[in-house]
């Protein structure tokens, strides 16, 4: 799990292909990586990829085909910037949201503008996505957890102030550059409750009516 707060933004320093797969090398940037081990999980831009072969300053990863088909791994080149995050550990500060790091789509950003000193960035979502993302709620956009300001229909907006555009990749975010799009879990099993029939619609209701202050309908 990971918090959706970039510790780092690394550089991809060599692709290899493997059989359909690829094997990524990347520059660690300041990431601290004295208390992790070949193994360890670590999020590229929102994806949780397994880190391996640590040596000076790189790492190396490898992408399976399914992970290069839903996200945006396989348009990566080399000397592209990538956001780097490492795995929660129990005494970690919670900063952002709860993110599994299992990217659900890939967006694309349709405009971007100034907002104040923020900037305002808005992102189209693929349509089986865009019902899960809600204003005010959570999103994790390229591994970076943002507020949602506003939707409409397919599309929503979120502000990034001058420290998120100094720390991460965002800074890259232009009309037509695609996204990794990680939705807030709390959306996944609400679906899931209220799609099971029953006893899960049952209680996703009492989950929702608990929230608003209200009592169930009888």
């Known amino acids: 799990m990971f918090t959706g707060i970039i510790q780092s933004v690394g550089n991809i320093e060599g692709i290899e292909?493997?059989?359909?797969?690829?094997r990524f090398t990347i520059d660690l940037g300041r990431l601290n990586v004295s208390d992790i081990a070949s193994g360890d999980s670590i999020a590229i831009?929102?994806?949780?990829?397994?880190?391996?072969?640590?040596?000076?300053?790189?790492?190396?990863?490898?992408v399976s085909k399914e992970t290069l088909s839903v996200?945006?791994?396989?348009?990566?080149?080399?000397?592209d910037?990538?956001?780097?995050e490492l795995a929660l550990t129990p005494t970690t500060r919670l900063g952002g949201h709860m993110v599994s790091g299992h990217v659900d789509g890939v967006g694309e950003v349709?405009?971007?503008?100034?907002?104040?000193?923020?900037?305002?960035?808005?992102?189209?979502?693929?349509?089986?996505l865009a019902r899960y993302i809600a204003a005010k709620?959570?999103?994790?956009?390229?591994?970076?957890?943002?507020?949602?300001?506003?939707?409409?229909?397919?599309?929503f907006g979120v502000n990034i102030i001058p420290h998120t555009v100094e720390q991460t990749n965002l800074g890259r975010c232009a009309a037509g550059v695609r996204v990794n799009l990680e939705i807030d879990v709390i959306a996944r099993y609400l679906e899931r409750l209220l799609t099971a029939g029953g006893?899960?619609?049952?209680?996703?209701?009492?989950?929702i009516l608990a929230g608003s202050g209200k009592s169930p309908t009888v």
């Open 17 to 22: 292909e493997i059989g359909g797969d690829k």
């Open 45 to 62: 831009s929102g994806v949780c990829l397994t880190a391996i072969n640590f040596q000076a300053n790189t790492f190396t990863a490898d």
């Open 71 to 79: 996200t945006t791994m396989d348009e990566l080149a080399v000397a």
């Open 81 to 84: 910037r990538v956001n780097l």
């Open 110 to 128: 349709v405009g971007r503008y100034p907002d104040g000193r923020s900037e305002r960035i808005d992102i189209k979502a693929p349509p089986e």
């Open 137 to 155: 709620g959570s999103i994790c956009v390229d591994g970076v957890s943002l507020t949602v300001n506003e939707v409409s229909a397919d599309r």
């Open 199 to 207: 006893t899960g619609a049952d209680t996703a209701e009492q989950i």
